[in-house]
């Protein structure tokens, strides 16, 4: 039949709600009729179109059933999915946040096959991302530093050059991600310890202090070991429940062990002693059994003023 003569009508519903009103299909004159329709949004619930002929109302419509799937990936309306803002990791562990595909209507684009995306990050150090395509649209993108401090990581959308000379790159709105890289656990074969005299007016020194030397101290002044906490990765930790012991060894005069002082800093711990003898002596400090980089030292006692007495 090359002309339908009828004229036939649509409407769309879902869940029996019209989401398109009634609709006239235009008969092509070859034995087709043709109509569009436009649907804007997915649902997991298929579409319903209904189809009349419009000459004989009371026949039953004849159904017709349509599923919408999202259109392509929209960048601007792709979304970042993370649990807070700073996101607070800790140095050496690998972290993730998604990111969730989207069309410009906000659905959901399944395809991972789309378009990718691509990561910029800014902060005190490296920081290693990769990106792995997951199910239901999603994108993971991994992180992680070893160095602790603020990082700015920023989301684009990538296209790809159809030449295959550059990568074509796109703004995410809301497309960044604040990274707090925060100390891992402490680790006692990475903690930092250092000599001062306390009586001589000396502050805790730095991480330049040369362990190789000989400490030079005066008999009868007070020496103090200071401990800094630190993670497998240098940066400066809080302490735990570790065990702490500095012993100052002479020979043929057995072992003299610090005390460790009270004071309020999670990062340090101090243990001091007081030696009056004169001579050479070893000393040893160590961590839950563990010596401390550059350690043991050797410390000289040097006489002290002449006692007229």
């Known amino acids: 039949v090359q002309v339908g003569g009828e004229q036939l009508f649509f409407e769309v519903l879902l869940d029996e709600r019209v989401?398109?009103?009634?609709?006239?299909?235009?008969?092509?004159?070859?034995?087709?009729?043709?109509?569009?329709?436009?649907?804007?949004?997915?649902?997991?619930?298929?579409?319903?179109?209904?189809?009349?002929?419009?000459?004989?109302?009371?026949?039953?419509?004849?159904?017709?059933?349509v599923t919408c799937v999202a259109g392509p990936t929209h960048f601007p309306f792709c979304s970042i999915d993370v649990a807070e803002q700073p996101m607070e990791v800790s140095a050496g562990q690998w972290s993730s946040f998604s990111i969730l595909r989207r069309d410009r209507f906000g659905n959901v684009v399944l395809d991972t096959t789309t378009p990718g995306f691509h990561l910029e990050a800014s902060g005190p150090s490296k920081l290693q991302t990769e990106l792995v395509d997951q199910a239901g649209g999603r994108c993971e993108a991994r992180l992680m530093a070893k160095l602790v401090g603020t990082y700015d990581v920023k989301v684009f959308g990538k296209?790809?050059?159809?030449?295959?000379?550059?990568?074509?790159?796109?703004?995410?709105?809301?497309?960044?991600?604040?990274?707090?890289?925060?100390?891992?656990?402490m680790s006692p074969a990475h903690?930092?310890?250092?000599?001062?005299?306390?009586?001589?007016?000396?502050?805790?020194?730095?991480?330049?202090?040369?362990?190789?030397?000989?400490?030079?101290?005066?008999?009868?002044?007070?020496?103090d070991v200071y401990l800094e906490a630190r993670d497998?990765?240098?940066?400066?930790?809080?302490?735990?429940?570790?065990?702490?012991?500095?012993?100052?060894?002479?020979?043929?005069?057995?072992?003299?062990?610090?005390?460790?002082?009270?004071?309020?800093?999670?990062?340090c711990r101090v243990m001091s002693g007081l030696l009056t003898r004169a001579g050479t002596f070893t000393l040893t400090a160590k961590v839950d059994g563990v010596a401390p980089p550059g350690w043991p030292r050797t410390l000289q006692l040097v006489p002290g003023p002449v006692d007229a007495e």
């Open 159 to 185: 296209t790809q050059d159809p030449f295959g000379v550059k990568d074509k790159y796109h703004d995410l709105d809301k497309g960044e991600v604040i990274v707090q890289v925060v100390p891992a656990h």
């Open 19 to 65: 989401v398109i009103p009634k609709t006239q299909l235009v008969d092509q004159a070859n034995g087709n009729y043709e109509g569009a329709v436009v649907l804007e949004r997915v649902t997991a619930v298929p579409y319903q179109m209904h189809v009349r002929v419009d000459s004989e109302p009371d026949e039953p419509a004849r159904l017709v059933r």
């Open 191 to 223: 903690t930092m310890a250092w000599v001062f005299n306390v009586d001589a007016g000396e502050t805790p020194p730095g991480a330049d202090e040369d362990l190789a030397m000989a400490v030079v101290v005066q008999a009868g002044q007070h020496i």
């Open 232 to 267: 497998a990765y240098e940066n400066v930790a809080v302490w735990g429940y570790q065990i702490l012991q500095v012993l100052a060894s002479q020979s043929g005069h057995g072992d003299y062990e610090f005390t460790e002082e009270d004071i309020e800093d999670p990062n």
